[in-house]
């Protein structure tokens, strides 16, 4: 596993970079006006979630199968086109519908439309191509280029005093969708074969697609529940301090984005070792967000959101918890039988019910530490799960 830990650290580096540029960009949304940090927040979830919708799965299924196999030998090229061409058409009507429940101004839907579709694009390419070909840092890249490129904007916008409500979005949208141009030119002289993909890609897929929008739903429901029953202006309170916890979400997603492909080729597992990186990491995060949080917060924001520094705790819980549970889902994904992952796909479904009932229940009866609450439950549940699983069906 040291080449895992290489590729980790390259994709980590991009990853902090990508975070630091979209914490910026947070940052001084939020300091030009909190109705422009909540529709930000809301617009920016809103694509998330319907571009991974519209991906069905795909990214991790073709990552799954073509580790397993050789890439250099499997005929991926035309079911990779035909995968691409639906997650456009199906992005761009769920972006609509999107914008239609959430009474989206004009400009915000078209931004939806434009991001789901740049971000279904990039991901299906750089994670379910890019990665079994060992490509870590040009894959991550070309998943996180938007970030880095929205800070740069955004801080531009800013010290120009032209950022507003509608140049937020607006700039989100123009450089997320410029995915849908960047990941076709990715795809070129990329090496493939002459042996058909195995005829349960969809299968796979529709298995992966199950997990994957179960689990950006956990990342992003309590903002979409905190944006319908209290607000923009409660939102951007909650959001301004979950922003500064992005590294848990970047050491999950850096470990998660290595590890599945590169377990799915191993054939030993250290699990020991493996589980005591991740442990280590999680340990090192959780220590440093108690110790400088609330000064951070109070210096970022110039202390306007102050008043929410009580849910640094919950938050430094719920990630922890997030980046421990990046190896169970990856053994889930890359190295257990296909029958473990049909079980992990079908036990998301009420895992997301579950957090979405704790969190109306909570932040109804106690608002923002309510919504945080549901937050830890939510992932310490998924994590219960998913190691469960591994521990039935590990071979």
């Known amino acids: ?3 895992a830990l290489r590729s980790s650290a390259g994709v980590g580096a991009v990853m902090v970079g990508a975070a630091l540029a979209q ?11 909190k109705a422009a940090l909540g529709q930000f927040s809301l617009v920016l979830s809103l694509a998330t979630v319907v571009g991974a919708f519209a991906l069905v799965g795909q990214s991790n299924a073709f990552a799954r199968i073509l580790a397993r196999g050789d890439v250099k030998t499997l005929a991926w090229p035309a079911t990779m086109r035909r995968a691409l061409f639906e997650s456009i058409a199906l992005s761009v009507v769920l972006a609509v519908v999107a914008a239609w429940v959430f009474e989206l101004e004009p400009v915000a839907i078209g931004v939806v439309v ?7 694009v990039s991901e299906l390419v750089s994670a379910g191509l890019l990665r079994p070909l060992g490509r870590f840092l040009i894959a991550s890249l070309l998943l996180r280029y938007w970030s880095l490129a929205l800070g740069v904007v955004i801080a531009g916008l ?4 032209a950022l507003t409500k509608s140049s937020a979005v607006i700039a989100f949208g123009v450089i997320a969708g410029a995915g849908v141009l960047l990941g076709p030119l990715a795809l070129r002289g990329a090496p493939s074969g002459d042996t058909p993909l195995p005829s349960t890609w969809r299968r796979t897929g529709l298995m992966f697609w199950s997990i994957q929008l179960c689990l950006i739903a956990t990342r992003h429901l309590d903002r979409l529940v905190l944006g319908g029953a209290l607000g923009q202006d409660a939102l951007a309170d909650y959001q301004a301090v979950l922003t500064l916890l992005m590294a848990f979400d970047l050491a999950s997603t850096a470990l998660g984005f290595v590890l599945l492909p590169k377990l799915a080729k191993s054939e ?4 020991v070792r493996l589980g005591g990186m991740v442990g280590g990491v999680a340990a ?4 440093g967000y108690l110790l400088l949080g609330e000064p951070v917060l109070h210096l970022v924001y110039d202390g306007e959101y102050d008043a929410s520094a009580g849910l640094i705790g919950w938050f430094v819980a719920a990630g922890v918890i997030k980046v421990i549970y990046a190896l169970p889902s990856a053994l889930l994904g890359g190295r257990t039988s296909d029958r473990a992952l049909a079980w992990f796909a079908a036990l998301n479904v009420p895992l997301v019910l579950v957090h979405a009932g704790l969190t109306a229940f909570l932040a109804e009866a106690d608002g923002l530490r309510g919504a ?9 549940l998924r994590w219960v799960v998913s190691t469960a699983l591994v521990w039935r069906f590990w071979e």
């Open 1 to 3: 596993m040291r080449g």
């Open 23 to 33: 914490f910026v960009a947070m940052i001084l949304i939020g300091r030009a006006s």
């Open 114 to 120: 434009a991001a789901a579709a740049g971000l279904a």
């Open 158 to 161: 800013f010290f120009a005093g």
């Open 268 to 271: 030993r597992v250290d699990l």
């Open 284 to 287: 090192l995060g959780a220590v």
């Open 372 to 380: 945080a609450l549901a937050l830890v439950a939510a992932w310490g």
